[in-house]
């Protein structure tokens, strides 16, 4: 599997800590593969949404970032 190295904030880095030691995840490896595939599902809607749609794109600012993905999904496995 490629290696990749990405920067994330404090918060972030807390967070995903707190999904390893409550056991929701076995690494951070795990909650960032979630979180992309989460991502991926979401742009991939998005962009069928749009071309059945034929909407605007969102706006930048109001578009999901992968935190925002990560909480998302975190509550959606808390709620099974």
């Known amino acids: 599997m490629p290696m990749v190295t990405v920067s994330i904030s404090p918060e972030q880095a807390a967070k995903m800590r707190e999904a390893v030691m409550a056991g929701d ?10 979180a992309l595939r989460l ?14 749609e034929r ?4 706006p ?11 909480a998302a999904h975190a509550q959606k496995r808390r709620q099974a």
């Not at 991502?39 to 059945?52: E, I, K, L, M």
């Not at 930048?60 to 990560?70: I, K, P, T």
């Open 25 to 34: 995840y076995a690494s951070g490896s795990e909650v960032v593969r979630a």
């Open 39 to 52: 991502w991926v599902d979401t742009v991939a809607a998005g962009s069928n949404r749009h071309r059945n």
């Open 55 to 58: 909407t605007t794109p969102l």
């Open 60 to 70: 930048h600012d109001e578009q999901l970032n992968v935190a925002e993905l990560y």
